[in-house]
């Protein structure tokens, strides 16, 4: 009978009311917390650098979409995202114009140029920062005291202070727990609060948003790996970059595994490169490079890792 033939597709062929918008506008929301505490610790600074950061991201999406005839669709906020997690990974003080520069180098250079959303083989954001680093190192490494100040923090002059991760690989001074995990401590806008990095990772867990696979791999690992080289892990847990990379960063839907074995693979690279590059290499941190790195593998990550098709028999050599 005429229309009672299958239709037969490619998959997927599970729908779900889950968009990107929706995604990309909870992602924003958990990282309200650590927008607040930004603000809070470093004053309105931090909160002008995140309207430039994301009005930069946004408007270059939109005017690069525009000129090559593409339909523009910064309505999906993942622009806004981009530009919002480059602001929480740069220094308060930064100037304001290098953040804009950030932005649109991250959109035009690490997102448009690979076909645009979905497409791009690096963390937009992370590549944003480590152009930054490259091109502006002494803006990038000057940090202030919070606000807020602690009085275990060595003061090096009226303004300027380390992160304690540079204090702890440079002069063995170790910031007390509770100053990183409340967030008072020097550092990125966005990093150095883990209260409020967790509760916005326990938000997109809940909402389904992110799997922990690669968090949790990332961070053990890192716990491990420090551990074993007679650091304390539980400082290099909460200090840095590495929460805010762990939850954020690395668990980015394009440019990490979808297959659950390669999830967790994924995550063990995160962690050992960012262990091996704050105890031996030159830079105190290593979350960006480690995430950048692996966002490389991801491809020859995935292709070890895909699961059996059902029914697969294994050739007998």
């Known amino acids: 009978m005429e229309?009672?033939?299958?239709?037969?597709?490619?998959?997927?062929?599970?729908?779900?009311t889950v968009s990107t918008p929706m995604i990309m506008s909870d992602v924003i929301l958990?990282?309200?917390?650590?927008?607040?505490?930004?603000?809070?610790?470093?004053?309105?600074?931090?909160?002008?650098?995140?309207?430039?950061?994301?009005g930069s991201a946004v408007i270059t999406e939109a005017v690069l979409q525009?000129?090559?005839?593409?339909?523009?669709?910064?309505?999906?906020?993942?622009?806004?995202?981009?530009?919002?997690?480059?602001?929480?990974?740069?220094?308060?003080?930064?100037?304001l114009w290098i953040g804009a520069i950030g932005s649109i180098f991250s959109i035009a250079i690490a997102?448009?140029?690979?076909?645009?959303?979905?497409?791009n083989i690096f963390n937009p954001a992370l590549i944003g920062r480590a152009f930054l680093l490259a091109s502006w190192p002494v803006f990038m490494?000057?940090?202030?005291?919070?606000?807020?100040?602690?009085?275990?923090?060595?003061?090096?002059?009226?303004?300027?202070?380390?992160?304690?991760?540079?204090?702890?690989k440079y002069m063995n001074i170790k910031a007390p727990y509770a100053n990183l995990f409340f967030g008072q401590v020097a550092g990125c806008i966005g990093e150095t609060s883990a209260l409020a990095i967790l509760l916005g990772a326990a938000y997109l867990?809940?909402?389904?948003?992110?799997?922990?696979?690669?968090?949790?791999?990332?961070?053990?690992?890192?716990?491990?790996?420090?551990?074993?080289f007679g650091q304390d892990p539980l400082f290099h847990i909460l200090a840095g970059g590495l929460l805010l990379g762990a939850f954020f960063m690395a668990t980015d839907y394009v440019t990490s595994p979808v297959t659950p074995r390669g999830q967790i693979i994924y995550g063990i690279g995160c962690g050992v490169l960012v262990a091996l590059i704050?105890?031996?290499?030159?830079?105190?941190?290593?979350?960006?490079?480690?995430?950048?790195?692996?966002?490389?593998?991801?491809?020859?990550?995935?292709?070890?890792?895909i699961p059996r098709k059902f029914g697969e028999v294994k050739k007998v050599a």
């Open 3 to 16: 229309g009672s033939g299958l239709i037969v597709s490619s998959s997927p062929h599970q729908h779900t």
């Open 30 to 54: 958990a990282l309200m917390p650590a927008c607040l505490a930004g603000v809070w610790f470093f004053g309105l600074k931090a909160l002008f650098m995140m309207a430039v950061c994301v």
């Open 66 to 95: 525009k000129v090559s005839g593409r339909p523009v669709t910064v309505r999906d906020y993942s622009a806004a995202v981009t530009g919002l997690l480059l602001a929480l990974v740069v220094p308060p003080d930064l100037p």
């Open 111 to 119: 997102k448009f140029t690979f076909g645009g959303l979905g497409q």
């Open 141 to 168: 490494t000057k940090w202030r005291w919070p606000i807020h100040e602690a009085s275990w923090m060595p003061k090096f002059d009226a303004i300027t202070t380390a992160t304690p991760l540079v204090l702890m």
């Open 205 to 228: 867990i809940y909402q389904g948003h992110i799997s922990i696979r690669i968090p949790i791999s990332f961070i053990c690992t890192v716990a491990v790996v420090t551990a074993l």
């Open 278 to 305: 704050r105890l031996y290499g030159g830079y105190p941190e290593g979350v960006c490079y480690g995430i950048l790195i692996m966002n490389a593998a991801t491809a020859l990550v995935e292709r070890y890792t």
